[in-house]
């Protein structure tokens, strides 16, 4: 059975259950209708952090142009450029048990491509989600709603899986910055130029 989460929430993955191994983290938005002109492509990220909260190396941010981390432990499955059509419109699918062990956190991230000069932002965008499901089972584990507390942000940081006490944990955070993708790299210890 699925839980819903709100903001701040954490919930156990794999204590009491740690046969969990491969799960799907699908990202979905749908965006406001107003008269703009340009397609809304919202971009689904993944960064791979180490104790210091950082990406260790620039291999561990997956993203539509670094699809797959070396080790093999998180996938993204490719840019949605409209986010049109029902259900999830971003996928990253995560192998538990081949995270690396100098990686602690997977912060998943969505930004609004080109965003400064097609004027749009967070506030234009609803009923945006994250979930996550059982990739053996196909049974949605955990599920949170972001809700519509957003305006001139044009990047979230949607939630985190992270390691505590030797098991995998969900923090929901539903954070946002300004700058887009550049800000969120930076946050992260990536260099976006």
Same mark, same amino acid.
């Given at each position: 059975?699925?839980?819903? %989460?709100?903001?701040?929430?954490?919930?156990? %993955?794999?204590?009491? *259950?740690?046969?969990?191994?491969?799960?799907?983290?699908?990202?979905?938005?749908?965006?406001?209708?107003?008269?703009?002109?340009?397609?809304?492509?919202?971009?689904?990220?993944?960064?791979?952090?180490?104790? *210091?909260?950082?990406?260790?190396?620039?291999?561990?941010?997956?993203?539509?142009? *670094? %699809?797959?981390?070396?080790?093999?432990?998180?996938? @993204?499955?490719?840019?949605?450029?409209?986010?049109?059509?029902?259900?999830?419109?971003?996928?990253?699918?995560?192998?538990?048990?081949?995270?690396?062990?100098?990686?602690?956190?997977?912060?998943?991230?969505?930004?609004?491509?080109?965003?400064?000069?097609?004027?749009? *932002?967070?506030?234009?965008?609803?009923?945006?989600?994250?979930?996550?499901?059982?990739?053996?089972?196909?049974?949605?584990?955990?599920?949170?709603? %972001?809700?519509?507390?957003?305006?001139?942000?044009?990047?979230?940081?949607?939630?985190?899986?992270?390691?505590?006490?030797?098991?995998?944990?969900?923090?929901?955070?539903?954070?946002?910055?300004?700058?887009?993708?550049?800000?969120?790299?930076? @946050?992260?210890?990536?260099?976006?130029?």
């Amino acid at each position: 059975m699925s839980i819903n %989460l709100t903001k701040g929430q954490k919930v156990d %993955l794999t204590k009491g *259950n740690p046969s969990l191994k491969r799960v799907i983290v699908g990202l979905g938005w749908d965006v406001n209708v107003f008269s703009g002109g340009a397609d809304f492509d919202l971009d689904a990220s993944a960064f791979l952090l180490g104790a *210091n909260g950082k990406c260790p190396t620039d291999g561990d941010f997956i993203f539509y142009s *670094n %699809l797959k981390h070396m080790s093999g432990a998180v996938e @993204h499955t490719g840019d949605n450029l409209t986010g049109e059509g029902e259900g999830d419109d971003e996928v990253i699918k995560v192998d538990l048990s081949k995270i690396p062990e100098y990686i602690e956190r997977i912060a998943f991230t969505v930004t609004i491509y080109d965003a400064d000069r097609r004027r749009q *932002n967070f506030g234009q965008v609803s009923n945006a989600y994250i979930h996550i499901i059982d990739e053996t089972t196909g049974a949605e584990i955990i599920r949170y709603d %972001l809700g519509e507390d957003f305006s001139i942000e044009t990047a979230l940081v949607v939630g985190e899986i992270y390691k505590y006490n030797g098991n995998w944990k969900f923090n929901a955070i539903g954070s946002g910055f300004s700058g887009g993708l550049k800000a969120l790299c930076a @946050h992260y210890g990536i260099d976006a130029e």
